[in-house]
């Protein structure tokens, strides 16, 4: 059970749909938090206290992918997408904008509520840390604090990463040069299996490649495995974490477009 109650936005125009997932989260003792435009998601955002959004595709005032993309310019806040429509091609267009996860209308309460409590963890959102013991994995001049959530460049400058794709470097890291099947990184990254149609895991790495790469077009870091995934080609050393070290909210990052 979480230590700390969290804040989930739910953004959908149907006012039953709401009203059903917002119990799921009661349940669960989760506080939903319910916007019915994309004009209140962002009053609601703007007032703080949100750990992850459940936005739904399509808003009266909005394209859920386009609001996406605006929210990942401000901020990296866990988002799950939503949508009554589940095509592989909107699957790739919301990873690829930055979705943490994408779930399908109707949902099953327990998948939906499993998908959430996921997300929350590897985001690190309060009570739900509960991953691998926090530290420092350095690599070819990078730094990867998996406490603070952060991943710092050689030159010591600080690049902004979604959850996903922080997520996705922390487990290629955490087993350097060892190649990694599309199965056991969706697992690990998004708590479900994959299928041959299900490209989210390339579009994440296609994403790391043109943060960490030198040219993402030969990339000398992440390497992929062909029949097998992809590997992180280089040694990886592990520091303990800064004494003193306080886990810095997700959400006062800015992901990078």
């Known amino acids: 059970m979480p230590e ?25 003792q989760l506080i939903p938090v319910e916007a019915a435009s994309a004009a209140e998601m962002w009053r ?8 992850l959004v459940l936005l739904d595709v399509r808003l009266p005032d909005g394209d859920g992918f386009e609001l996406l993309r605006r929210l990942r310019a ?31 209308k109707p949902f ?16 690190g959102a309060p009570g739900f840390n509960d991953g691998p013991e926090g530290g420092v994995l ?43 099947s599309r199965d056991q990184l969706l697992e690990a990254t998004q708590a479900r299996q994959w299928t041959p149609y299900d490209r989210s895991v390339d579009v994440l ?21 062909r029949g097998v995934g992809y590997v992180l080609a280089v040694t990886v050393q592990r520091q303990p974490a800064p004494v003193g070290g306080m886990r810095i909210d997700p959400a006062s990052l800015v992901a990078g477009a």
């Open 4 to 28: 700390q109650i969290c804040h989930v936005l739910i953004v959908d125009d149907d006012p039953t749909m709401r009203a059903l997932v917002a119990g799921y989260l009661e349940r669960e």
């Open 44 to 51: 609601c955002l703007e007032r703080g206290s949100v750990d």
């Open 74 to 104: 401000k901020q990296a806040t866990p988002v799950i997408m939503m949508t009554g429509v589940d095509t592989a091609v909107d699957r790739v267009v919301g990873l690829d904008g930055g979705a943490d996860d994408y779930v399908g």
């Open 108 to 123: 099953e309460p327990r998948e939906l509520v499993a998908r959430i409590r996921s997300v929350l963890r590897r985001s």
């Open 138 to 180: 350095q690599f070819a001049g990078w730094s990867l604090d998996t406490t603070r959530r952060r991943l710092t460049a050689p030159d010591g400058t600080v690049v902004a990463l979604t959850g996903g794709e922080l997520n996705l470097l922390n487990v290629l890291a955490q087993a350097p040069n060892r190649p990694l």
């Open 205 to 225: 790495i296609g994403r790391l490649r043109k943060k960490v790469e030198v040219d993402a077009a030969r990339p000398e870091l992440i390497k992929t495995v």
